[in-house]
């Protein structure tokens, strides 16, 4: 023990750097073993695509929309996710996959979904990313 005393105070940068590695190791895994049951792969919404019943929210910026995007797709930035949150209540009923590149804004997007009263939401695991790499179509504008 007082090794790891001694050991710690000569290289605390070492062991801060540790921990916080550490800490954010956890709450990645966390995140993602939360929205495990939420998470669909590319050929999973294209069924629901093709079913009809869903509607597909891009959380990406405008820019990276007009790039390209899913087919009849809307665009919901999420950093305007708050403001415009009236546009899309027509769809509390409706379930609503939402994507953006690889997954990492569309997991805060669900949150602020889920606090406006959403209750059936998807993400597309590894985004848009995934789905190009499934060979899937987008448009672009």
Same mark, same amino acid.
Request: with cysteine; proline share 3%.
């Given at each position: ?58 959380? +990406?910026?405008? @820019?990276?929309? $007009?790039? &390209? ?5 809307? #665009? ?5 996710? =708050? ?24 997991? +805060?997007?669900? @949150?602020?979904? $889920?606090? &406006? ?5 998807? #993400? ?5 990313? =995934? ?11």
């Amino acid at each position: 023990m007082p090794q790891l005393i001694e050991f710690i105070g000569n290289h605390t940068l070492l062991f801060v750097a540790f921990f916080m590695t550490l800490g954010m190791l956890v709450y990645t895994e966390y995140m993602r073993i939360s929205s495990a049951n939420t998470a669909l792969s590319p050929y999973d919404a294209t069924q629901k695509m093709n079913e009809g019943n869903a509607v597909f929210l891009d959380v +990406r910026d405008e @820019s990276e929309f $007009k790039g &390209g995007h899913l087919l009849n797709s809307h #665009s919901m930035p999420v950093s305007k996710l =708050a403001e415009h949150m009236h546009e899309i209540e027509k769809y509390k009923d409706k379930e609503v996959v939402v994507y953006c590149d690889n997954g990492m804004r569309s997991s +805060r997007a669900i @949150s602020k979904l $889920k606090k &406006g009263g959403f209750t059936q939401l998807f #993400s597309l695991a590894g985004g848009l990313v =995934a789905w190009e790499k499934a060979n899937l179509p987008t448009v672009s504008k």
